[in-house]
């Protein structure tokens, strides 16, 4: 199995730029996040999503947008690229979420990691 | 979800065991512990979760106290490749699932 794959591993984007990193789970997980990791910090929520066609905001989702067309996939994308998310991405998937589904534990892709200049 | 608190680094010498606590005197009653490690520049991983009684994998134990206020993640015998930032995590899963990371505790395994 392949697990959680993030695609592209390293990135430099300039000011102003666009892009999508794309995130791919063949394990059938409904529930998907993306967080961001600073250096030297803990891992902050961006976007999850709860199964295809619902996402909702993490805690810092400004500069953001997802979506969730298929169960396998969640996309996130950065519209304006901006110095404040250089960062490293993290993708992750889980299979439960619902009270009494404690099958929970998350599974992480290897990141991907940006630097807007 | 409660707040965790752990110590920022702890050192342990390769072969001995590592006790890593975590305190979260806010749990309430329907919240897991999970703890999950971090090696260096690579995603977390999942270690083990727990909800009141101890708990063992091939990976590590969990010691979870009577009032659940604390716990302790024991390796048994750690190995250099257990040098990473491991990570305390009090979740109640629920219809808003998510996990929320802190700075978590730096393990180093010296030879």
């Known amino acids: 199995n392949a697990g959680v794959t993030q695609t592209p591993k ?8 666009s892009m999508t990193l794309q995130c791919a ?10 967080y961001r990791q ?46 404040s998310q250089t960062s490293v991405y993290f993708c992750a998937s889980s299979a439960g979420g619902g009270v009494g589904l404690m099958n929970t534990e998350a599974f992480f892709g290897q990141g991907t990691r940006l630097t807007v200049v | 979800d409660a707040k965790t608190t752990q110590p920022p680094s702890m050192d ?7 006790n890593l606590p975590c305190n979260h005197s806010t749990i309430s009653g329907n919240e897991y ?14 270690i083990i979760h727990g909800l ?10 969990l010691i979870i106290t009577e009032d659940r206020k ?12 257990d040098t990473a930032v491991y990570y305390c995590i009090v979740h109640s899963g629920g219809s808003n699932y998510k996990l929320t990371f802190g700075k978590g505790t730096l393990l180093t395994v010296n030879p």
């Open chain 1, 10 to 17: 390293f990135r430099i984007l300039k000011i102003g730029q």
């Open chain 1, 25 to 34: 789970q063949d394990m059938n997980h409904n529930y998907m996040y993306w």
């Open chain 1, 38 to 83: 600073d250096p030297g910090m803990g891992l902050k929520l961006i976007y999850y999503s709860v199964g295809a066609g619902i996402t909702d905001k993490g805690e810092v989702p400004n500069g953001y947008n997802v979506s969730r067309s298929t169960t396998e996939d969640f996309p996130l994308r950065l519209e304006l690229a901006a110095p």
């Open chain 2, 12 to 18: 342990c010498a390769e072969g001995r065991a590592a």
């Open chain 2, 33 to 46: 512990v999970y703890w999950y490690r971090q090696i260096h520049s690579q995603g977390p991983q999942y």
């Open chain 2, 52 to 61: 009141k009684n101890n708990e063992t994998n091939e990976m590590a134990s």
């Open chain 2, 70 to 81: 604390s716990s302790t993640l024991i390796l048994p015998h750690a190995t250099l490749r």
